[in-house]
Structures are given as C-alpha cells and as structure tokens.
C-alpha cells in the first residue's frame, strides 16, 4: 500500500507527499493538529490540513525569519515570537548571546505539545531558562505591551481562520506601540506567486506603521511555489545597511551574511508589488 | 469532474496541477510530447510526464539562464542552445542587439511544432531572422564546432534518456573546445534541495574544464523543490565581477542586475555542495 498526503496549496495546485505514518492527529480548541511521517521531508506537522513545517526544510524558515531582524537590530534583549508553537523560530533566537528573554505567545497549547513529542528538534530551543511559554492570544498580548520588545516575529498560520487578526493595519499599529525605540517586526507574509495581492496588501499595512518596511524572500520547497516572503517593518535600522563582518558566526544551514543580503534584491515581479 | 495531472518529482513527492484539458499528446521518436492547460500555471508542456515548462513561470527560468551568461560576456555575437525546443530561451537571447547568430540544436522536431503550435508565448523568439534551427543531435553539433560560440547555453531535460550525455565532463570538454575565447557556458543543474549529488557531481565535472565555474539558483515554482541551479562554466569573464550599471536595460520580468548578482549568494547547504 501507497500513502500519499496531498495538500492543496490553492484551489488550482497541490504538493503530495508518500507518507509512511501518521504520529498524531487531534482536535485541539482551535484546528486540528497532526504529524505525519513522510519519506521526502521526514516529520511534518500540519494544522488543519495545511503544511506548516517540515523537518526536512524548516531551517530555511526559522533562520530566515529569525536571524534577519535579530542580526539587523543592533542589540536585541527581548523578543517576542507570535504563534510558531513548534518552537524552531525561538531554537534560532537563543543562538544570539545577546538575547536575555524570548516570550513565546502561541494561542494553542496543542502545538506546543505535538512539537514537543514529535519534532524535538524545534521544540528544543523552548528549554533555554531565557524562554517565557505564554499560551495566549497574541493580538491581546501585542496590544497589553508598550515599549517592551526590540524585536517581534510573527509566525502565524495562513491568514485564515484565527491568524486573520494578525494581518491586519491595526495589529502592525499595535506592534509598533509594543516595540522599543530600535524596534524591529517581521511577519511571515506567504508566496508572491501564488498569493501577490497579499503580499502587496501586507506590505502596505505594515508600511503605513512603520517608516522601514523591506520584503525579503527564502527557497521553501514545502511551501506554496517554493518562494516564500517576509516583510520586515523597522523603526530605525535597514536591513540593507547592516555590516556583513559585524553579523555574529551562527550555527546556520541556510542563513549566511550575503544570504541576508541578497534576500532583499527581488525579482521584477515582486519589486512592482511593494512599489508604492 | 475534475481532472488533476500529478508529476511525481522524485519518488516520495510530486506535484499536481487542475487541468482543464489536453490538448496534445503524441510520440515522437524520443518520447511523449504533450501539452495540457492548467488553472495555475496556464498552458504546460511535458516530455515523458515531466514539466517542461509553464506559461505562468517559464519567464524565470529562460531570463535566468541566458540573461546570466550574456550579461556575463563582453561582446556574445554567437549564441547556441542545446535542446530548448521551446524556443524560450532563444526568446531572451535575441533581446541582446549584440547578437547575431542564434543557433538552437535541438534533438526532437516535436517539441519544436508543439510549442509553435500551443506555446507562442516562447515560440516567438524563433522568427527572429538571426536564428537559425538545427534538427540534430546537440552532443554531435558541439564535438563538430571548434572555436565557433561566445555562449553555449544547455537547455537540457533531466539527466535521464537522451539528455544524460549533457550531464558528462567529456561533453563539458568539448563545450569549451567549442567555445571562443572568452567564452561561456551554463547549463541548467536540477534542485540543490532533492539532488545534492547530482548539483555537486555536476559541478565537479563542469570545474574539471573551466578555470572559472560558479552556481546560481532562482525561484521555479513548478520545478521540484521550486528551488533550481544552473552552473556557469567561463573561460575568462566572472559573472560576479558584472557592473551593473553597464548591463543592458532589458525587457524582464525577474531578472535584474541585482537579482543577477543575488543569485549567486548561496545558502550555506548550497555553498558546501560546490565547496571541494
């Protein structure tokens, strides 16, 4: 017997993966929660269906929204992570010395929990005594702190269902207050493929809070195209301005100093969609 | 009814695609060529079952593999491409004035009716009174030219049937024989991420003829993994020492001289397969 798990990433296009088991699978309060085993990407977790990490390629994500933020910021104490209940964005921000407190804000305790038995490989960085687990709704914790995090990072789901809100001109409004002087978003903001209009939409929200707003892109084969963005909102720092020789030697398998870089040198097509 | 064409794009993942309907599928003599239109990608075309190339992203992949190579060259006035029946990237090559013989050798008349019939979008380029078209064996044209092409482009299917001589040093070799002096050759090299030997054995073959070869990579989202490379072999000029600013405004849709630059910023995983 053939497994196959298929994933409709739109209504037109799929990614299907042969699978050998599935670990888990359950109904939490808010989506249903699952790992699989596959042959192709080893362990993935999914959330109603739909891929959110994969063993075999979440080191491009979880450095790529981590490290680009953290290494532009020029010293980056506290920082938030929204969503990303698997762990593998705060595994990536405890590498940075520099960090004295990580808060993960994840509304469904069930992630946490899958990751940790299932995907230790991410859920590990959660360990660090510096990580605060809040399982709460992180519009209501963004909203509740002023001038607390230099760095917030939200790696929300799709904006469907419960990470509508976190898409939203109102929500970056209410980051922005969260953050210090220095501060530094980043929002996972899908694949300009297959989704430009919002990604020109997020874009423009984010840029109507915050007066630095850069879109950078990352190769994630278990994602819609395989090209997956991250628009960047900064009080003060550019991304593009950062000193490459400065950049701390982390322990990375994708993230380089000229890879931060070169993330932000777009395509033509994806250049019009953030041109004003 | 719906109707989905699935490419299994190694054994443990594919991808597939809602189709309206096929509107060709025939044998020639070296495979099955057919055409199918699809919601997502619009008009596709596949040999022996595997994606060619789609309306909707072969603009990266024909810009990225001869734009690279001809902005890398001081003066390409002989361009030949080997297989590329499509015509697409003989559509890119004839955008550059300096040109002024574009040789397409390709194996399979086929392939070169089918796209002229269903694919004008990349068929056009072929009209163009500088081009001319050899139905040949592209391995037998490049042993029987010496001295002849400024930019030899190999615009191969994957390393399987009658496009695995493509893949061996022996042909690199007399790829350069084939080339003038300054010349250049790019080859395209299938996904970093499902065939990180194939990248790193091919580059090795590629660096065994040429004093100067470097990887690149572009975002392709119906390629498997959507993360594809293609290796540049040069005789004298580097890619990386291009100056953008005397790079030719050209009529692109992802290729900029920035993203030319950028390509070659490899991720750390990358990096190492073409480390010796």
New interface residues.
């Given amino acids: 017997m053939e497994l ?1 798990f ?1 994933e409709k990433q ?9 699978t050998q088991r599935t670990l888990m699978r359950q109904e939490s309060q808010y989506q249903e929660v699952a790992v699989i085993d ?4 080893d362990r993935v977790l999914l959330l109603d269906g739909v891929i959110q990490t994969t063993i075999g ?1 979440e080191f ?1 994500y979880h450095e790529m929204i981590a490290h680009v933020p953290l290494n532009t910021h020029p010293n980056p104490r506290r920082v938030a992570v929204i969503g990303g209940g698997d762990g593998g964005s705060i595994r990536e921000i405890v590498k940075h010395d520099s960090v004295e407190k990580a808060v993960l804000v994840e509304i469904d305790e069930q992630v946490i929990k899958a990751s940790r038995q299932y995907l230790p490989e991410l859920s590990s960085g959660l360990d660090d005594e510096r990580v605060e687990v809040l399982i709460t709704d992180g519009i209501a914790h963004i909203q509740a702190s002023k001038n607390t995090y230099d760095v917030i990072i939200i790696d929300s789901t799709d904006p469907v269902g419960p990470a509508v809100g976190l898409f939203t001109e109102e929500f970056y409004g209410h980051v922005f207050e969260a953050l210090t002087d220095e501060g530094i978003m980043v929002a996972q903001t899908e694949s300009p ?2 989704e430009p209009e919002l990604v020109h939409r997020t874009f423009s929200r984010i840029s109507a809070n915050f007066p630095i707003t850069r879109l950078y ?1 990352a ?3 278990s994602y819609p ?3 997956w963005s991250f628009t960047l909102g900064s009080k003060v720092c550019d991304p593009l301005a950062i000193d490459g020789n400065d950049l701390h030697a982390l322990d ?5 100093p ?2 931060h ?3 932000f ?5 994806v ?1 019009k969609l953030v041109t004003p």
Avoid: E
């Fill in positions: 196959w298929t739109t209504d037109h296009v799929g990614i299907t993966l042969k596959t042959k192709q990407f390629d491009v493929f297959y892109l190769h994630i084969p195209s395989g090209m990375t398998r994708y993230y380089t000229d890879v870089k070169a993330a040198c777009l395509p033509k097509f250049q």
